[in-house]
């Protein structure tokens, strides 16, 4: 019998997930059965399709939390809808294992009814929620409370975790109690077949000289305000030759906009929201310098960004906070702003590549051959199957053939 795979992500849509996506069509390609479950969105509205040979299936989401009592509803919802078609997708195809990707902690009790008929469960360990909590909110409340205990259940009942770096490998050993060869570290790089750079579109830089790159979620943590702090001190020392553009969308993209609204600094900086992958590679190959401006936060400090590997893969400088999981990645592709005078000296630094070309073709096929030799997707591959291997071979009982395809 074919040995079948249910994955559960409520971050995002597949296939605007890139690692999620990458893992099904990896697993697909090594001979698993693949259904992915996620929830619908604007740019993703189909309830149900086929990519490259996995079933997605996306179930209604309310509109994205941007407060405590938001994610609540939001994660509530999607719960109660993961449920009801994780037990559709069982009848109708089966599955063996059900991998949950994180955020939130709670995809675990998805899995718990399934666990009666041998269906195993891999924790895919995205975000560390606890340290998100605080990052977004500052408080050790009862909400805080309640997400260190859905981490600890989390770790409880899972067979198995991918971990993205090594810091979350800790996390899962020393503080979820997981057994060192029950976690795997598998990291989110770029695809190499698909994230390639693409000719410059001079266009892109609004007439100016030089431009900056940004890509990623839009939400408090990440630190999109301190860049818009960038921009105003760089444009009020006289630098105009210099414009942002920040590709993604998020919670907080209403309120970003509103900001340059405020701040004057609509010459300067522009949000595109979410546009295709096509149209990234345009902007982000243009750009001279790309950034990420990440929040000093112990969140932030442990976890793995992939829009550094994606500015490595395309040859950019990157300007960034002297974060310990930032600082892996990027090693020599990076230069690292001081994380006490955030705003002036993360400025600095954009101005000193900017006016140090050879230096940043340096920097940039630093990261290019790191991406190349060792942190592309293709890497973590092979440490994904190894963790579905472990998985399987725990199985005590096969699992009870209730239904066939159709």
Known sequence: ??????????????????????????????????????????????????????????????????????????????????????????????????????????????????????????????????????????????????????????????DVVMATNASYKDLAIKRGHVAAEDVFIVRNGPDLETFKAVPPNSALKYGKPYLVGYVGTMSDQDGLDILLEVALHLKKSGRTDIHFTCVGGGPALAGLRKMVEDKDLGDTVNFTGRISDADLLEILSTADVCVNPDRPCEMNDISTMIKIMEYMALGKPIVQFDLREGRFSAQDAAVYANTQNQVPDFAAKIVWLLEHPDERKRMGEFGRVRVENQLAWRYSVQNMLTAYEKAFSKRTRPQREIVHDR
């Open 1 to 158: 019998m074919k040995k079948k795979i249910l994955i559960v992500v409520e971050n995002q849509p597949v296939p605007n997930d890139t690692r999620v996506l990458k893992e099904a069509l990896s697993l697909e390609e090594a001979g698993y059965e693949v259904t992915v479950l996620c929830p619908r969105s604007p740019s993703a509205k189909l309830g149900y399709e086929m990519i490259g040979g996995i079933r997605v299936y996306r179930h209604p989401m309310p509109e994205e939390g941007n407060s405590p009592l938001g994610y609540l509803w939001e994660y509530g919802c999607a719960l109660l809808w993961e449920f009801c078609y994780a037990w559709w997708v069982f009848l109708r195809h089966g599955f063996h294992v059900i991998q949950g990707c994180n955020p939130p902690d709670n995809i675990f009790l998805v899995a718990l009814p399934f666990k009666l008929f041998g269906v195993k469960y891999i924790f895919d360990h995205h975000d560390a929620m606890p340290e998100l909590y605080l990052a977004k909110y500052g408080t050790q409340g009862f909400l805080y409370k309640v997400q260190v205990l859905l981490e600890k259940l989390t770790y409880r009942f899972s």
